[in-house]
């Protein structure tokens, strides 16, 4: 007698049930994967936009040296 065919157990096999497990972590590892990368490029935008400022104001204080010595 075949004990797979009379077995009633309603879980599925250890090897699906991995197999499902594989999946979501995967899943959830690209989640995280994309959540950080986010936040990656939107450190960087803000790092662009104050190195941006910063060279303005670096530039503002050269022309104001340069008028105060062409007087």
């Given at each position: 007698m075949n004990t797979e065919e009379t077995?009633?157990?309603p879980q599925p096999p250890i090897?699906?049930?991995a197999s499902e497990a594989f999946d979501n972590?995967?899943?959830?590892?690209?989640?995280?994967?994309a959540h950080g990368l986010?936040?990656?490029r939107s450190a960087l935008r803000?790092?662009?936009r104050t190195?941006?400022?910063t060279a303005e104001t670096l530039s503002e204080l050269e022309s104001r040296f340069e008028e105060r010595d062409a007087k």
């Amino acid at each position: 007698m075949n004990t797979e065919e009379t077995t009633t157990d309603p879980q599925p096999p250890i090897s699906e049930t991995a197999s499902e497990a594989f999946d979501n972590l995967l899943s959830v590892g690209r989640l995280w994967a994309a959540h950080g990368l986010g936040i990656g490029r939107s450190a960087l935008r803000a790092s662009a936009r104050t190195l941006e400022m910063t060279a303005e104001t670096l530039s503002e204080l050269e022309s104001r040296f340069e008028e105060r010595d062409a007087k």
